[in-house]
């Protein structure tokens, strides 16, 4: 089960920084497109959305990873980290 739960946690990472490039990239060309509109109300409002689609996209997958993580939590528990000690036995 840990070997299931190290996969998928490894795949969601993979995901999320792929994801978090093509977002910043896309962010990137938003802004290029808004900045080099000279005053063309078309281009600037193409600019504009591009930059809050590439937001939106970013906040979408960091909710993702935040319910994946939930659901591994819920599912696999917290595992004790052994590193911290056991407030019950600290007197």
């Known amino acids: 089960m840990a ?3 190290q996969t998928i946690s490894n795949l969601v990472g993979i995901l999320l920084g792929v994801v ?3 977002g910043v990239g896309f962010f990137i060309y938003g802004a ?3 900045l080099t509109a000279s005053g063309a ?3 600037m409002e193409r600019g504009k959305s591009a930059m809050m689609t590439a937001l939106a996209g ?3 997958a960091m ?4 319910v994946v993580e939930l659901v591994m939590n819920a599912v696999v528990g ?4 052994p590193n911290v000690p056991d407030p ?3 007197k």
């Open 3 to 5: 070997d299931l739960t």
């Open 20 to 22: 978090g490039v093509v």
């Open 32 to 34: 290029y497109l808004y």
């Open 41 to 43: 109300p078309h281009q």
């Open 58 to 60: 970013i906040v979408l």
């Open 63 to 66: 909710v993702a990873y935040g």
């Open 78 to 81: 917290n595992p004790v980290d």
């Open 88 to 90: 019950k036995k600290i």
